[in-house]
């Protein structure tokens, strides 16, 4: 069975303070892993897609790295809108179906 | 409008209420689908449609009667809910449902039961 862990479950940084929040999982033949941001009161929105190992994606202050094992979301210098919950889902051969974390609820303070 | 548009955005509804869900899609995807999000847990799936057809019932109550018209428009119709199913419903699509694109979600309707 697909599965997906996020760490921490909860994050408070200071402006500035950069980071990195953890996806492991557990998939047979991943064909995908994907980032979401959620503001609260919104739906997820799509940040990256990741298809293997090795592979970066890099948006603003969000860079997105992937292993065989775990996927980090890293936030260099954030500032207070970057205040969400980062999602992580992944899409595997077997479930053909995304499967989601719990999420990682970052704050960060000015 | 571009992206997934919900409707309504907050619905407060009796256990005997019988209600709908309405989601529409503007991106020309063929995959629509239905999550439900509770406070503290992941996503949880409940249905897929790709090209009108359902493909994916996760187990889902039967008071829970999803319909898709046309790849542009899904609905969720609700009766006789419980307490436990006050929740987020998202709404997502992408291109089709066994690609590995990635899904485009609404802002969710916010369920409230009574």
């Known amino acids: 069975e697909d599965q997906v862990t996020q760490s921490p479950e909860a994050l408070r940084l200071q402006e500035g303070e950069s980071s990195s929040l953890n996806c492991s999982y557990t998939v047979s033949g991943l064909r995908g892993l994907f980032w979401y941001r959620q503001d609260p009161g919104k739906g997820p929105e799509f940040l990256f897609t990741l298809y293997s190992a090795g592979e970066e994606k890099e948006k603003e202050r969000l860079k997105a790295t992937l292993t065989k094992k775990e996927s980090f979301l890293h936030i260099t210098a954030p500032k207070p809108e970057d205040s969400a919950t980062y999602l992580c889902a992944v899409y595997g051969q077997g479930a053909q179906k995304l499967v989601f974390g719990q999420g990682t609820r970052l704050t960060i303070n000015p | 409008e571009t992206g997934v548009t919900q409707t309504p955005r907050h619905l407060v509804m009796g256990m005997t209420n019988k209600k709908s869900l309405k989601c529409e899609q503007h991106?020309?995807?063929?995959?629509m689908y239905w999550y439900k999000q509770s406070a503290k847990k992941p996503l949880e799936l409940m249905f897929v449609?790709?090209?009108?057809?359902?493909?994916e019932n996760n187990s889902v109550p039967s008071r829970f009667s999803p319909e898709c018209p046309n790849s542009s428009h899904l609905f969720l119709h609700l009766h006789t809910l419980q307490p436990e199913d006050s929740a987020l419903y998202l709404c997502a699509s992408s291109q089709d449902s066994y690609s590995n694109q990635p899904q485009h979600f609404g802002d969710g309707t916010r369920l409230s039961i009574l």
């Open positions: 991106l020309g995807h063929n995959a």
């Open positions: 449609y790709n090209f009108k057809e359902q493909t």
